[in-house]
Nanobody, 115 residues
Framework: QVQLVESGGGLVQAGDSLRLSCAAS????????MGWFRQAPGKQRELVAL???????NYADAVKGRFTISKDNAKNAVYLQMNSLKPEDTAVYYC?????????WGKGTLVTVSS
């Protein structure tokens, strides 16, 4: 069983930065990719950014140029550096791990951006 633990959310003002972290509880899983999704109130969960085991990244258009995803293979961890935050970035951010066989999700961390 893999558990993902996210941290780093909070309340910030527009233009500020936050860094989200997500660590997997085990190193015994083979990772296809890890990533971040978000769900705003009343909206569907959407992709924010992904990073493959080989380091290939993919970003949603809404965050390109502002967010950066990175990983630490030794820690089975993924990070999301969020700069120039906007009120529309307000959402619960979820970490996801794809292990080829199964998807694992964290419980989410709330990011609130005030205008």
């Amino acid at each position: 069983q893999v558990q993902l633990v996210e941290s780093g959310g909070g309340l910030v003002q527009a233009g500020d930065s936050l860094r989200l972290s997500c660590a997997a509880s085990t190193s015994s899983v083979v990772i296809n990719y890890m990533g971040w999704f978000r769900q705003a109130p009343g909206k569907q969960r959407e992709l924010v950014a992904l990073i493959s085991s080989g380091g290939t990244t993919n970003y949603a258009d809404a965050v390109k140029g502002r967010f950066t995803i990175s990983k630490d293979n030794a820690k089975n961890a993924v990070y999301l550096q969020m700069n120039s935050l906007k009120p529309e970035d307000t959402a619960v951010y979820y970490c996801k791990l794809d292990s080829f066989r199964m998807d694992y999700w964290g419980k989410g961390t709330l990011v609130t951006v005030s205008s």
